[in-house]
């Protein structure tokens, strides 16, 4: 048996595409590496604009597929490498 050590293991990180607002508060249990991803002008967009709690998270908002798939493409390839 072979122990991990800290240069095997990688750093999970969290992309959260949500859009209502049920998605808020898990959304404030994200660490400052994640992401959450919501709909433009959808309930959970809204809330984390009006937000009194800081947002520690960085916020990439979307409004259709292709800008959805842009975004992912740009945040999971530097995790590939």
């Given amino acids: 048996m072979q122990d991990s050590t800290s240069e095997d293991v990688k750093k999970q990180v969290v992309i959260y595409i949500g859009d209502g607002g049920g998605d808020f508060c898990p959304t404030l249990k994200l660490g400052k590496e994640d992401h959450v991803m919501p709909i433009k002008d959808f ?11 800081p947002i520690k ?7 259709d597929g292709d ?6 493409l740009r945040l999971i390839g530097p995790l590939e490498a």
Avoid: C, G, R
């Avoid at 800008?67 to 992912?72: D, R, W």
């Fill in 57 to 63: 998270i960085e916020v990439h908002e979307w409004s």
């Fill in 43 to 53: 309930p959970l967009h809204n809330l984390i604009l009006k937000s009194s709690v």
């Fill in 67 to 72: 800008e959805l798939n842009k975004i992912l």
